[in-house]
């Protein structure tokens, strides 16, 4: 089992950046392909940004460029750096844990992040 917590979110203009945290349970974090994903307000769930064990990264189109996200085996988290926010930014972000390249597996509760105009 494992357990996730996201931290990190919040209010930031148009332009800012915030940085979220995902702190993971568990013995075997570092075999895990984590992604972030986001729902905004009337629209599904898309996934965001991955990072599979060895480190290779993913990115949706929109946020390729402003959004890094990265991973500490040392200290079972995976970040997720965003930078220049715009409004369409805006909602709830998940962090995920998947044992394959499926559903993911885990679910963290979610950190708002509202990008003001």
């Known amino acids: 089992q494992v357990q996730l917590v996201e931290s990190g979110g919040g209010l930031v203009q148009t332009g800012g950046s915030l940085r979220l945290s995902c702190a993971a349970s568990?013995?075997?974090?570092?075999?895990?392909?984590m992604r972030w994903y986001r729902q905004a307000p009337g629209k599904e769930r898309e996934v965001v940004a991955g990072?599979?064990?060895?480190?290779?990264?993913y990115y949706e189109d929109s946020v390729k460029g402003r959004f890094t996200i990265s991973r500490d085996n040392a200290k079972n988290t995976v970040y997720l750096q965003m930078n220049s926010l715009k409004p369409e930014d805006t909602a709830i972000y998940y962090c995920t844990a998947s044992r394959d390249l499926g559903a993911p597996d885990y679910w963290g509760q979610g950190t708002q992040v509202t990008v003001s105009s």
């Open positions: 990072i599979v064990s060895t480190g290779v990264t």
């Open positions: 568990g013995r075997t974090f570092s075999s895990y392909l």
